[in-house]
């Protein structure tokens, strides 16, 4: 039978285990780089700016934002979706792949986990402020209480949602964590600062690697993974449920779940891809991370792209057979014309038409040009759901509501804040814990090892 | 029991698992062994086994069953509410929700037994026999009281097995 090289070695360099250990860990010894203050001191200023806005709105109330009557919602829904978007590739990546066993899921999925927890994080910002009374929102805690007493509405996907997140965040944390316990341990035993041993030896709960942890440490990972891979699934289909669930034009469409479920995990391989370039480039870590792995990402974003492609034209297409004079003019005069054609054709052009050029190998191979469109695709997708969430809203079936809208400096303010607040916490993440999975690269070393004695 | 230990060192996983049979071949019995990964040949040897599967289905069926129930009790008997006339039992609704507290309740039940049955948890105060584990080596240790022979003719057999090196240690 013909056998072809699906792909080169997960590792490169005819490493031994020591050196995996020392070439992963060689950030967290290594003195502060200079490039990274520099980021740090952005990221900072960034959410400074975004606290700042917050507390604006906190103080002066939702008059600030410019949403109104009919653009009840603004660009908070919009950046809550992307960013639990963008979160929701980490841990798909890392949980999909560890179910379908894919051994180069070793190198990348430290990453795109923590991308998962800061990028959830930050999307739970946006519901809370958006409550306007932000001090009132343990009223959703399905608590017996003094007002009834009357439950939360456990048919509303709106509590759903709230549940769904909190549950997203907590195995999202805590896979990422337990995850990097044995790799905490393995900085511990190296430390030369009693310091430094202190703080990972907490950090790695005592953990030694012997048989009786790494078999219940497997157990863990298999249940976690199999029950969040349900999870992530069904937290994004929850999400697109809060629009699906109205009688809007544009939103009431069965394709939701589905179309963003997919359009998440495309977001967040996007970032995963963005993520990994960087470290492979300023880290040095071009023998873990290496073209084949990005090649396999590129791969899977067009794939996705395709699929994005299909669920715009679907849109459209249902829009146009259902003969809906609602839906018509949404998707006819709303978006491919209208006011916010320019959202639409950029989004169609980032998602859709751009990641094609992933077909050839020689963009594939070329890390600026992957580079470039990982961020085109992040872009695509704020744009996307500027046009679901902005579009339907401003014209709907009563011309004598319709208005358009366009954010005020506190909505700006307050995204620039999570971007700032998001790399703050990558920064963090790249200085002072091991960006790639230490002990689960050494497992796979074994197919380009040669210092195994056969 | 005595806390002197034999301990030895291996390079490679295929060493340590030639290690560990050299090792019960002689009928010497392993105390523990420690890796920088998962080796599951390793835990297949010590016949180690654990039910962490089995546990977290039955978190997950109480949590169904716990789930369902409340929802019955809010919406039916503590506080119904007429919703245009549709049922309080509106069962299908309930099913997502109780889906996802279900994923809720075996998460933190599943960290829970993880924390209690692997004994990892923060502060703890742990023995590792040989720092070189988390790193790049393979470690077997022998409880020399149980061991089943003495230090030489375990660390003959360890070294013929492919062993870097056997040392006795006080833990």
């Given at each position: 039978?013909?056998?072809?090289?699906?792909?080169?070695?997960?590792?490169?360099?005819?490493?031994?285990?020591?050196?995996?250990?020392?070439?992963?860990?060689?950030?967290?010894?290594?003195?502060?780089?200079?490039?990274?203050?520099?980021?740090?001191?952005?990221?900072?200023?960034?959410?400074?700016?975004?606290?700042?806005?917050?507390?604006?709105?906190?103080?002066?109330?939702?008059?600030?934002?410019?949403?109104?009557?009919?653009?009840?919602?603004?660009?908070?829904?919009?950046?809550?979706?992307?960013?639990?978007?963008?979160?929701?590739?980490?841990?798909?990546?890392?949980?999909?792949?560890?179910?379908?066993?894919?051994?180069?899921?070793?190198?990348?999925?430290?990453?795109?986990?923590?991308?998962?927890?800061?990028?959830?994080?930050?999307?739970?910002?946006?519901?809370?402020?958006?409550?306007?009374?932000?001090?009132?929102?343990?009223?959703?805690?399905?608590?017996?209480?003094?007002?009834?007493?009357?439950?939360?509405?456990?048919?509303?996907?709106?509590?759903?949602?709230?549940?769904?997140?909190?549950?997203?965040?907590?195995?999202?944390?805590?896979?990422?964590?337990?995850?990097?316990?044995?790799?905490?341990?393995?900085?511990?035993?190296?430390?030369?600062?009693?310091?430094?041993?202190?703080?990972?030896?907490?950090?790695?709960?005592?953990?030694?690697?012997?048989?009786?942890?790494?078999?219940?440490?497997?157990?863990?990972?298999?249940?976690?993974?199999?029950?969040?891979?349900?999870?992530?699934?069904?937290?994004?289909?929850?999400?697109?449920?809060?629009?699906?669930?109205?009688?809007?034009?544009?939103?009431?469409?069965?394709?939701?779940?589905?179309?963003?479920?997919?359009?998440?995990?495309?977001?967040?391989?996007?970032?995963?891809?963005?993520?990994?370039?960087?470290?492979?480039?300023?880290?040095?870590?071009?023998?873990?991370?290496?073209?084949?792995h990005l090649n396999a990402i590129a791969k899977i974003l067009v794939f996705i792209s395709l699929i994005m492609g299909t669920a715009y034209a679907t849109e459209v297409f249902i829009a146009w057979y259902s003969g809906n004079p609602y839906e018509m003019f949404t998707f006819f005069h709303n978006r491919i014309t209208g006011d916010y054609s320019f959202m639409f054709w950029a989004m169609v052009t980032c998602n859709a038409i751009i990641p094609q050029l992933m077909w050839s190998k020689k963009i594939r191979s070329n890390i600026t040009a992957l580079f470039i469109i990982s961020?085109?695709?992040?872009?695509?997708?704020?744009?996307?759901?500027?046009?679901?969430?902005?579009?339907?809203?401003?014209?709907?079936?009563?011309?004598?509501?319709?208005?358009?809208?366009?954010?005020?400096?506190?909505?700006?303010?307050?995204?620039?804040?999570?971007?700032?607040?998001?790399?703050?916490?990558?920064?963090?993440?790249?200085?002072?814990?091991?960006?790639?999975?230490?002990?689960?690269?050494?497992?796979?070393?074994?197919?380009?090892?040669?210092?195994?004695?056969? | 029991?005595?806390?002197?230990?034999?301990?030895?060192?291996?390079?490679?996983?295929?060493?340590?698992?030639?290690?560990?049979?050299?090792?019960?071949?002689?009928?010497?019995?392993?105390?523990?062994?420690?890796?920088?990964?998962?080796?599951?040949?390793?835990?297949?040897?010590?016949?180690?086994?654990?039910?962490?599967?089995?546990?977290?289905?039955?978190?997950g069926a109480a949590a169904v069953v716990g789930v369902l129930s409340f929802l019955y009790w809010t919406s039916v008997i503590d506080w119904p509410i007429n919703y245009g006339g549709k049922p309080t039992n509106a069962f299908p609704s309930f099913i997502i929700i109780t889906l996802v507290l279900t994923i809720l309740t075996i998460t933190i039940m599943s960290l829970f037994t993880f924390s209690i049955r692997a004994r990892i948890y923060p502060g703890k105060k742990y023995i590792l026999p040989d720092e070189r584990a988390t790193d790049d080596k393979f470690v077997i240790l022998?409880?020399?009281?149980?061991?089943?022979?003495?230090?030489?003719?375990?660390?003959?057999?360890?070294?013929?097995?492919?062993?870097?090196?056997?040392?006795?240690?006080?833990?």
């Amino acid at each position: 039978m013909y056998k072809a090289e699906v792909r080169g070695p997960l590792i490169l360099g005819n490493k031994d285990y020591h050196q995996i250990t020392s070439d992963i860990i060689a950030p967290i010894d290594n003195k502060t780089p200079g490039w990274w203050k520099v980021a740090l001191a952005i990221s900072l200023t960034m959410a400074s700016f975004g606290i700042f806005a917050l507390y604006y709105t906190v103080r002066y109330g939702l008059g600030t934002w410019a949403v109104n009557n009919s653009v009840a919602w603004g660009w908070e829904i919009i950046n809550f979706v992307w960013w639990i978007g963008i979160g929701h590739a980490g841990t798909a990546f890392s949980i999909f792949l560890l179910i379908l066993r894919q051994k180069w899921r070793t190198s990348i999925n430290r990453a795109a986990e923590a991308m998962t927890v800061f990028a959830v994080g930050c999307a739970a910002i946006f519901p809370a402020i958006h409550m306007g009374r932000v001090w009132l929102a343990f009223y959703i805690f399905p608590y017996p209480n003094t007002r009834g007493p009357l439950w939360v509405n456990f048919n509303s996907p709106l509590f759903w949602d709230f549940i769904a997140i909190s549950a997203y965040l907590l195995i999202s944390a805590s896979f990422w964590y337990f995850g990097m316990v044995p790799d905490f341990a393995s900085i511990r035993d190296r430390a030369k600062t009693k310091l430094k041993k202190a703080i990972y030896g907490f950090l790695a709960f005592g953990w030694t690697g012997s048989t009786k942890e790494w078999l219940r440490y497997e157990g863990l990972s298999y249940v976690l993974g199999g029950i969040a891979a349900v999870l992530v699934v069904s937290v994004h289909s929850i999400v697109s449920t809060d629009f699906a669930s109205s009688v809007i034009p544009g939103w009431h469409s069965t394709l939701f779940p589905p179309y963003f479920v997919v359009g998440a995990i495309f977001s967040g391989f996007g970032m995963v891809m963005t993520l990994m370039i960087v470290i492979r480039k300023y880290y040095h870590l071009e023998d873990y991370v290496t073209d084949s792995h990005l090649n396999a990402i590129a791969k899977i974003l067009v794939f996705i792209s395709l699929i994005m492609g299909t669920a715009y034209a679907t849109e459209v297409f249902i829009a146009w057979y259902s003969g809906n004079p609602y839906e018509m003019f949404t998707f006819f005069h709303n978006r491919i014309t209208g006011d916010y054609s320019f959202m639409f054709w950029a989004m169609v052009t980032c998602n859709a038409i751009i990641p094609q050029l992933m077909w050839s190998k020689k963009i594939r191979s070329n890390i600026t040009a992957l580079f470039i469109i990982s961020l085109i695709i992040n872009v695509g997708m704020w744009y996307e759901r500027f046009n679901i969430v902005v579009t339907s809203l401003s014209k709907d079936y009563l011309p004598s509501s319709w208005t358009s809208y366009s954010p005020t400096w506190v909505e700006i303010g307050i995204y620039i804040g999570t971007i700032g607040i998001f790399t703050t916490g990558v920064l963090f993440f790249f200085r002072f814990v091991p960006m790639i999975a230490i002990s689960e690269v050494k497992s796979v070393l074994k197919p380009t090892e040669i210092t195994e004695k056969h | 029991m005595s806390n002197t230990h034999i301990i030895g060192i291996f390079d490679s996983k295929s060493d340590l698992l030639a290690g560990i049979e050299g090792a019960q071949s002689k009928n010497f019995n392993i105390d523990e062994i420690y890796t920088p990964y998962p080796v599951m040949e390793a835990i297949d040897a010590l016949k180690r086994k654990s039910r962490f599967t089995t546990a977290a289905f039955i978190y997950g069926a109480a949590a169904v069953v716990g789930v369902l129930s409340f929802l019955y009790w809010t919406s039916v008997i503590d506080w119904p509410i007429n919703y245009g006339g549709k049922p309080t039992n509106a069962f299908p609704s309930f099913i997502i929700i109780t889906l996802v507290l279900t994923i809720l309740t075996i998460t933190i039940m599943s960290l829970f037994t993880f924390s209690i049955r692997a004994r990892i948890y923060p502060g703890k105060k742990y023995i590792l026999p040989d720092e070189r584990a988390t790193d790049d080596k393979f470690v077997i240790l022998f409880n020399k009281a149980t061991a089943g022979g003495g230090f030489e003719a375990v660390s003959n057999a360890l070294i013929a097995s492919g062993a870097s090196e056997v040392y006795e240690k006080e833990l």
